[in-house]
C-alpha cells in the first residue's frame, strides 16, 4: 500500500554560472528526503527548468517556465554567482523575474549571492553592477544571504530566510 506524503516543491532559478550550486542543492535535498523528511512524512522536490520543462511552441520562453514550474512550486531557492541572466520581457533577468513572482504570490523565496573568489578574466563589471543594485533593493528585506566558498555551510536551515 502506498502512504500519500505531503510534496514541498521547491523551484531552482539561477544564471548559467552556478551549475556546482545546483548539484549541492540536490543533494542537501535529497538528504533532507532521506531524514526528516522520511521521518516526518514529507518529500521535497526540486524542480529546475532544464531538467522539469517540457518543450512547447507559442510563447516566450520564461512564460513557458513560469506556467510550467514556476506557478506550481510553493517556494524558490535563486543564487546568483557572477551572472544576472538572460533579460525577459517584463524583468532584467528570468531569475530575477521568477523571484519577484514569487514574492507578488507571497510564497517563500530564499536567495544566495556567491562571493567566492573569481578570475579577473571572468568578471563582467555590467553584471557586477545589476548584481549589487538587486541586492541594494532588497537589502532591509531579509531576502538574501552571501556565501563564500561553498554553498554547502549555508545549508543550516537557521540560516534560510523567508520573505513575505
Not at 30 to 54: E, R
Not at 58 to 84: E, H, M, R, V, W
Amino acid at each position: 500500500m502506498f502512504k500519500k506524503m505531503p510534496v514541498c516543491r521547491l523551484m531552482i532559478s539561477c544564471p548559467s554560472d552556478v551549475k556546482t550550486e545546483i548539484e549541492i542543492i540536490n543533494r542537501v535535498v535529497d538528504n533532507i528526503n532521506d531524514s526528516i523528511g522520511f521521518s516526518m512524512n514529507i518529500f521535497v522536490k526540486t524542480l529546475y527548468w532544464s531538467k522539469n520543462v517540457m518543450p512547447e511552441a507559442g510563447d516566450y520562453p520564461q512564460s513557458i517556465i513560469n506556467k510550467q514550474i514556476l506557478d506550481k512550486s510553493d517556494a524558490i531557492i535563486a543564487i546568483f554567482g557572477n551572472k544576472i541572466g538572460s533579460p525577459t520581457q517584463h524583468y532584467e533577468s528570468g531569475t530575477i523575474e521568477e523571484i519577484e513572482l514569487m514574492i507578488q504570490k507571497r510564497k517563500q523565496v530564499f536567495v544566495y549571492f556567491s562571493d567566492k573568489p573569481v578570475r579577473k578574466s571572468e568578471i563582467d563589471m555590467e553584471a557586477e553592477a545589476k548584481i549589487q543594485a538587486f541586492k541594494e533593493k532588497y537589502r532591509d528585506r531579509g531576502i538574501y544571504v552571501v556565501y563564500g566558498l561553498s554553498l554547502i555551510h549555508i545549508s543550516e536551515p537557521t540560516r534560510l530566510r523567508r520573505i513575505s
